[in-house]
């Protein structure tokens, strides 16, 4: 299986800030490479798809690049409702596999 | 509109088998999307268990060492997920879920749609 390696595990950041998460996967995946946000007592939330695509209805405050094995989620401007976990997904292959989580919390 | 609505028992005896259901309203679960169930034990995270195809076929996470099946029941639209010899490791909120696949240049397959979760616990 492919694994999915996200840092840090929790982040704190204040309203406002920009934040960084990285996901590394242990071989290449390309671009096939998804993030999710989740909120306490809720299902996940896809965010971004392709490595780099937003999904329909994401604010554009929310950006992703990479490829390859190295990936990275950014939050330009943290609003108060960005404080979540976030995931990254890998869909290379058709055993599906997340990060760890990246729990972004309030400073 | 899209809805899945997991059910299922809240509590499971070690070594006893699970079975969940997922109803799935608003589009035919023949139609060309996939079907997953995916778990996350409390405080912890994401782990996808098994897809099914449209095609009937399905995968399974090898984490499950064989315990697991996924069938569809169209006449009802819904699909379910029967887990065998059920352990304390086993207890987790478990999600069912929609994957597509966004086609373009590339086809990604994402998870676009889940359902709200139901906690089960494995406990004596």
């Known amino acids: 299986d492919i694994q999915m390696t996200q840092s840090p595990s929790s982040l704190s950041a204040s309203v406002g800030d920009r934040v960084t998460i990285t996901c590394r996967a242990s071989?290449?995946?390309?671009?096939?490479l998804n993030w999710y946000q989740q909120k306490p007592g809720k299902a996940p939330n896809l965010l971004i798809y392709?490595?780099?695509s937003l999904q329909s209805g994401v604010p554009s405050r929310f950006s992703a690049s990479g490829s390859g094995t190295d990936f990275t989620l950014t939050i330009s401007s943290l609003l108060p409702e960005d404080f979540a976990t976030y995931y990254c997904?890998?869909?290379?292959?058709?055993?599906?596999?997340f990060g760890g989580g990246t729990k972004l919390e309030i400073k | 509109q899209v809805q899945l609505q997991e059910s299922g028992p809240g509590l499971v005896k070690p070594s006893e088998t699970l079975s969940l259901t997922c109803a799935v309203s608003?589009?035919?679960?023949?139609?060309?999307?996939?079907w997953v169930w995916i778990r996350q034990p409390p405080g912890k995270g994401l782990e996808w268990l098994g897809t099914?195809?449209?095609?009937?076929?399905?995968d399974f996470s090898s984490s499950l060492k064989s315990r697991g099946t996924i069938s569809a029941d169209t006449s009802s639209n819904q699909f379910s997920l029967t887990l065998t010899s059920m352990t304390a490791a086993d207890t987790a909120v478990y999600y069912c879920?929609?994957?597509?696949?966004?086609?373009?240049?590339?086809?990604?397959?994402?998870?676009?749609?889940w359902g709200q979760g139901t906690l089960v616990t494995v406990s004596s």
């Open positions: 879920a929609r994957r597509r696949v966004v086609r373009g240049l590339l086809n990604y397959d994402v998870i676009d749609f």
């Open positions: 608003g589009f035919p679960i023949t139609s060309d999307y996939y």
């Open positions: 099914l195809y449209h095609s009937g076929n399905t």
């Open positions: 071989q290449s995946i390309s671009t096939y």
């Open positions: 392709g490595a780099s």
């Open positions: 997904q890998q869909s290379y292959s058709t055993f599906l596999t």
